[in-house]
């Protein structure tokens, strides 16, 4: 589905899409997105990852900044973000974030995950009974 069409759906459904919810929407499809700060008049073209609540409740962003190598993976505030465009170009997961690591003991808001066939290994993983 192109960027426009979905940006359009979700602007219908929620009046006026929030950063958040076009980060999560980024995010889920693996967007690259440019980013806007409130205190820098330069954009960023980024990678993101994980949307979540930090523990002092803040929402926080990580990904890749994509001109940047030298900051291979970087956590912003989302509350100095104040422009988020999601692009037409996608990336490929190269980072496993680990759920259960205190960082995110406050709730992941949305996660990129690897695209399906980097797992289709693991579906011969069953649960049994007493895993359930």
């Not at 995010?27 to 205190?39: A, K, N, P, S, T």
């Not at 989302?78 to 259960?100: E, H, L």
């Not at 995110?104 to 693991?122: N, S």
Request: charged fraction near 25%.
């Amino acid at each position: 589905m192109a960027p426009n069409r979905w940006l359009a759906e979700l602007r219908i459904e929620r009046g006026i899409a929030s950063r958040e919810a076009l980060l999560c929407v980024a995010i889920r499809r693996r967007l690259l997105v440019i980013l806007g700060f409130l205190d820098s008049p330069e954009e960023c073209l980024f990678e993101p990852t994980v949307l979540y609540r930090s523990c002092d409740d803040d929402l926080r962003l990580s990904g890749v900044p994509i001109a940047d190598a030298a900051k291979p993976f970087l956590t912003l505030l989302v509350s100095k973000i104040v422009q988020v465009s999601p692009t037409a170009k996608t990336f490929v997961v190269n980072r496993v974030v680990d759920r259960f690591d205190p960082t995110y003991a406050k709730g992941i808001v949305c996660l990129a995950a690897p695209p399906r066939a980097a797992v289709a290994g693991m579906s011969r993983l069953r649960c049994t009974n007493s895993m359930r």
